[in-house]
């Protein structure tokens, strides 16, 4: 188990820390939106438990050099205080162990963010239905779906017992279809539906529960994808015009700090959000303060097939059309209700 935590929010002004005295978990925080998100919530003033599976001399198969201890020290070396525990959230009694430690330790919790599984290598495949590769279908599908409902689970009764919290899903496509394959287009639609019906079982009990998207985003994988660095990422924009619209994984962990913070969340519950449009509301900016709003950019999709942007057209006017008769009949079964 590593562990690396400061005590306070040393560094940091008490207007800056709006989260000081809450404890946060963000489950999958080692790299990517996870870490971002992690840093913020510290930045923010939270106690941060970074939870995942790679931790110095024992990483996950994803075969990537980041671990959770990294996380938690940059908050720390930012005078944030983090604690780094190895939890494999997809088996249930490590994640039960994680919040019954939180529950003895601090008697409370108030923001969980799950990012469990969001770079999972198995689940980047990209085709039609009917060409997928199911052989791993059971093992993507348990780390990036039932993960998520498992540490849902443990975490919501400490939430419920104080009336109050914030459960932030991170799924992909601030719309209702995503990209890749069935399986990971299925995990990212669920998160959204999960978070649907998380909102109204949990509103009496005034938990909310939210779902967010990063815009382009830069996380580590990414960088190395387009040969570049966070000091130089730039420079990609010769390959691809849109990575200057990107984000920082900080970007979108700011979003999320800024909704814990807010005291009218729970009117949000229940709904999609986008870093983009969160920071046109709460005026937060990136590290390098910039403001990227991927929802105003015009994307370039010269790079794509015409038959794949007609894809995405045909899904676009198809989920028009049913999202028009979903709203339709959910209007009239609420007229029915007594």
């Known amino acids: 188990m590593g562990r690396s935590q400061t005590e306070g929010a040393r560094g940091f002004s008490r207007a800056k820390t709006p989260l000081a005295g809450r404890i946060a978990v963000v489950a999958g925080a080692t790299r990517g939106a996870g870490r971002g998100i992690a840093r913020a919530l510290g930045e923010a003033g939270a106690t941060v438990y970074c939870t995942g599976r790679s931790v110095r001399g024992n990483l996950s198969p994803y075969g990537r050099p980041e671990t959770i201890d990294e996380t938690a020290e940059m908050i720390a070396a930012a005078g944030g205080a983090a604690i780094a525990v190895r939890v494999d959230h997809t088996v249930e009694s490590e994640v039960e162990a994680l919040f019954a430690r939180i529950d003895r330790e601090h008697k409370q919790l108030d923001v969980l963010v799950n990012c469990i599984a969001g770079e999972d290598p198995m689940a980047r495949m990209y085709g039609s239905f009917w060409k997928t590769d199911l052989t791993n279908s059971d093992t993507i599908l348990r780390r990036s779906l039932v993960s998520h409902i498992i540490t849902c689970k443990h975490a919501a009764p400490l939430m419920i017992g104080k009336r109050r919290g914030l459960i932030v899903e991170v799924t992909e496509g601030d719309f209702l279809s995503a990209g890749g394959n069935p ?28 779902a967010i998207v990063p815009g382009f985003l830069r996380s580590e994988a990414m960088l190395e994808r387009f040969g570049v660095t966070e000091a130089n990422w730039r420079d990609a924009g010769k390959k691809d015009r849109n990575f200057l619209e990107s984000e920082s994984p900080l970007f979108v962990g700011r979003a999320v700090a800024a909704l814990a913070a807010d005291r009218r969340v729970l009117a949000r519950s229940g709904q999609l959000c986008s870093s983009w449009e969160l920071a046109r509301e709460y005026k937060f900016t990136d590290e390098d303060g910039r403001r990227p709003d991927w929802g105003a950019h015009d994307i370039d999709f010269s790079r794509h097939p015409p038959a794949f942007v007609q894809r995405y057209r045909d899904s676009a006017e198809i989920q028009i059309t049913w999202l028009a008769a979903v709203s339709k009949r959910t209007k009239r079964f609420l007229k029915q209700l007594p």
């Open 183 to 210: 399986l990971t287009q299925t995990v990212k639609l669920a998160l959204k539906g999960l978070v649907l019906n998380m909102a109204a079982e949990l509103k009496p009990h005034r938990v909310a529960a939210i």
